[in-house]
């Protein structure tokens, strides 16, 4: 059986679709036990609309939530209550939990990982791995996507490593292409921290280094991991993103706006939503953080049902797969 604590609070939608994503969750997979993190009684209430197995869903009772306006450090080390901080101690503390789920404050998150959980030996910084659909139906992974703006280049050397393993215990990809995020695909290019560290994946015989990209080619599915510090990471994969919602709306306008192209959406409609289930994040789950001791994925403050589900599938399928222990060996 594996024990993963889910915080349900702290989310847009919580603690409404926390739930609702963890009873998805422990219906489909009969080896996972859940414990949720929060206000008992709210909690109850929304249990009360679901059939599920009551001995493998518990609740750790937590009164206060720690919000994006609150200051990481200080939250984590004060708001003792908090459904986040309960969540870090219980998974710091028991050894039978070996995973947590939060989709609240990415800044607590992290401070609570290192603060309360910790770091592997060896690795200098924990990063996050969240993941994106591309254009040939496959995937890529971004690390690190906003834990680190500054880095030293061997940073992202252990970025690209730890990224590679998780690419091929999680996702079966045996030989992960790994790219450097920068502005020209030359190997010339770039900062300093981009020269320095291209230099280190050219010579790292476990990861296959494939070069330099642009960041227009994200999505080309000529990548499997693309490696870069958390601020140019956060960066894209926010204008990726933003981007591909901001097409989606362009193309409802013009669908809608003559009866000619609404009966051209009409014969669309199928193919269109399609496109647009295949390019939702709800779809891929949360950023997996690499790096710490225990497996914690964090998934977007608007993240709906299906995207906690998916982030329970990550912790459960990183569990399965043995990540931290893979990372600790290699390292």
């Known amino acids: 059986m594996i024990k993963i604590v889910v915080d349900c609070f702290g989310g847009d939608r919580s603690p409404m679709v926390n739930v609702e994503g963890a009873i998805l969750a422990v219906n489909k997979n009969p080896d996972i036990e859940l414990i949720l993190a929060g206000d008992e009684a709210k909690i109850n209430e929304e249990l009360k609309k679901y059939q599920y197995d009551k001995n493998r ?3 750790l009772d937590a009164k206060d ?3 994006c306006n609150d200051t990481p450090t200080v939250a ?3 708001m003792k209550e908090s459904s ?12 039978s939990v070996k995973a947590l789920v939060s ?10 990982a290192v603060m309360k959980v910790g770091r592997i030996k060896g690795v200098k910084r924990p990063a996050f791995c969240p993941i994106l659909p591309t254009m040939n139906k496959s995937i890529v992974g971004v690390c690190d996507s906003g ?5 030293e280049p061997y940073y992202l050397q252990q970025f690209a490593l730890m990224g590679t393993l998780y690419m091929q215990k999680c996702y079966n990809i045996e030989k992960p292409r790994v790219a450097l995020l920068n502005i020209g695909t030359e190997e010339e290019k770039g900062d300093q921290l981009r020269k320095e560290t291209y230099q280190l994946l050219k010579n790292s015989s476990s990861i296959n280094f494939v070069g330099n990209m642009e960041s227009r080619d994200l999505l080309s599915g000529n990548y499997d991991l693309v ?11 926010k204008s990726t993103e933003g981007t591909a919602l901001e097409l989606m709306k362009l193309l409802k306008k013009s669908f809608t706006s003559n ?5 051209g959406a009409l014969i669309l409609k199928k193919s269109v939503y399609e496109i647009k289930d295949y390019m939702d994040y709800n779809n891929y789950g949360g950023g997996v953080m690499l790096g710490v001791k225990k497996i914690i994925i964090k998934g977007h403050g608007s993240s709906k049902t299906n995207a906690i589900y998916n982030c329970i599938q990550q912790a459960y399928k990183k569990k399965k797969n043995q990540i931290c222990q893979a990372i600790e060996a290699e390292i």
């Open 227 to 237: 490696v870069c510090d958390g601020f140019s990471g956060n960066v894209l994969i």
């Open 84 to 95: 986040l901080v309960k969540s870090l101690e219980l998974l710091h503390s028991d050894e």
């Open 103 to 112: 989709i609240g404050s990415t800044g607590a998150v992290l401070a609570g």
């Open 147 to 151: 834990a680190n703006v500054d880095c």
């Open 76 to 78: 984590i080390r004060q």
């Open 259 to 263: 009866l000619k192209n609404k009966i």
């Open 65 to 67: 939530v720690i919000s």
């Open 57 to 59: 869903i518990s609740i």
